[in-house]
């Protein structure tokens, strides 16, 4: 194993073990996110991403809250929209509508 595969290794285990907590730091969060530094700052000055700064300087993020923020606005797949088409259609042809 040369040099390059085993800094591969040791940084995809890096990122296993931050993905397993609970709360993130800043740079964490960059990582944990994809989202980049200058952006991830203005998410946090407008507020429109859930964070807290216990000591008034430094930003921490609960992974819970990071997903379901990261996970909203979701987008139906055809086969969502097709089956709730069909269950609607059924429903107005039974009269239950």
């Not at 390059?4 to 890096?14: A, N, P």
């Not at 797949?77 to 269950?87: C, L, Q, T």
């Amino acid at each position: 194993m040369d040099y390059f595969e085993l800094m591969e290794k040791l940084d995809r285990i890096e990122r296993l073990l931050v993905s397993n907590k609970e709360v993130f730091t800043f740079e964490e969060t960059c990582e944990y996110t994809g989202i980049s530094r200058s952006y991830l700052y203005k998410l946090t000055a407008a507020r429109e991403i859930p964070h807290s700064k216990p000591n008034g300087k430094m930003i921490f993020f609960e992974k819970k809250k990071l997903n379901e923020w990261l996970l909203q606005n979701g987008r139906k797949s055809k086969m969502e929209i097709e089956d709730a088409a069909i269950k609607y259609t059924l429903k107005r042809r039974n009269g239950q509508l």
